[in-house]
Each structure stands twice: as C-alpha cells, then as structure tokens.
C-alpha cells in the first residue's frame, strides 16, 4: 500500500471515529439546540417574578426553617443581657408571652408581646419595614437574584406571605396569651425590627 492511500485511510478512521462520539441534540421549534440545563448550575430567579420567587421560597422552605430551626429565646435574651450582639444580626426565634395591646393603623400596625421582663413590639399590617425574615433565612441568598433591587424588593413579597398567615389582629387579643414564631433584626443590642410569622393564642 502506497503511503498516501495509508494517510487517507488513517483519515477516514479519524473522521469515523469523531462522528460516532458526537451527540445528536434536539432543536426547538425555530431550529435552535436545545442544551440541558447543568444540573450544578447556581439557582437563579433572574426569569420570574417576585412573587413567583416568594412562592418559591416561602412554603417549601423558610416557613419550615423559621418553625423548626429557631434560635431559643432564652439564648438571644442572654446575649442581649450579656450586650454581646454589637453587630447586626437577625433570627428567627420562638416567643412566649402575654399580649399587651393590639395597636392598627391603615398601613402600619404593633401587636405588643411581653415575654418575661421584655416588651417586644411585632409589625403588622401591609407597611413592614426592615428585612427580618430575609435576612434570618439561610435559603434567601443575594447570590440567586444578582440585583440589588430584587434582593431589597423580595423582603416584601415574603412580609406580605408572613401577614396573610397571622390573619388579622385585633383588641379581642389583647390579654391573650400567645406563642409566636418571629424574625428578629438585632442591631447594637437593641430588638430594632420583629416580625411574626405565626401566632398561636392561648386564651386569657
């Protein structure tokens, strides 16, 4: 055999076998590939909606977080004691106490908690400020928005989910023992921000 019929064979041997390790891939309905998507690709929430985040997040995970994986109160109140929380940090945490006073605007209301020699005063109502339960979870990442606004903007849609499952207070509560699942903002020792999440009541 002459040398190049020995090259154009070694070629035809080479083309085979890049042909057979080739994938065949699908197209969509304009003609494009379809590529699987990486099943280790960092969840991203750039395509939907924050209300379709909060869905996302709210039942599957930071309700079961917040009502299972709470910080004690009686550790945070030692702390607090203690004047060891300097920097900024929130928690979700289990409080049990007496309701002192049920206080409703149109946008903003207090429901007043005493839990032992403390008075904590939980947001209600459609105005929430701060971003207690945003930042106490650890299923909320900045990560997975890639966009300050939707970070900032995603602490409302999930007050808004905390809200619509307290119901609403009112002055039949007032003098009702309660046990409440919250997320605290601690900021220089100081309760800045308390939100509840769920509120059970234990009667008078």
Do not use: H
């Not at 065949?24 to 304009?30: C, F």
């Not at 309700?63 to 109160?73: D, I, V």
């Not at 946008?107 to 701060?130: A, E, P, S, W, Y």
């Not at 619509?164 to 009112?170: M, N, Q, R, T």
């Amino acid at each position: 055999m002459s040398y190049k019929k020995l090259f154009q064979c070694i070629g035809l041997i080479a083309c085979l076998n890049l042909l057979t390790a080739c994938t065949v891939t699908d197209l969509d309905a304009e003609g494009n590939p379809i590529i699987p998507k990486d099943p280790n690709a960092v969840v991203s929430f750039a395509d939907f909606t924050l209300s379709e985040v909060a869905d996302q997040l709210w039942q599957p995970k930071v309700l079961p977080e917040a009502t299972q994986a709470f910080t004690p109160w009686e550790s945070i109140k030692s702390q607090l004691d203690a004047q060891q929380i300097n920097t900024k940090q929130s928690f979700f945490v289990r409080l049990d106490g007496t309701i002192e006073s049920v206080d409703l605007g149109k946008m903003k209301g207090v429901v007043k908690l005493k839990v032992g020699d403390t008075n904590i005063d939980l947001q209600v109502g459609r105005i929430i400020k701060g971003n207690a339960i945003r930042d106490a979870s650890q299923y909320v990442l900045f990560d997975d928005f890639k966009n300050q606004i939707r970070f900032a903007q995603i602490s409302r849609e999930l007050n808004n989910r905390a809200m619509a499952a307290i119901g609403e207070p009112d002055a039949s509560w007032v003098g009702e023992t309660a046990s409440v699942i919250a997320a605290i903002t601690i900021d220089q020792n100081v309760i800045s921000d308390a939100v509840p999440i769920q509120i059970t009541r234990g009667g008078k």
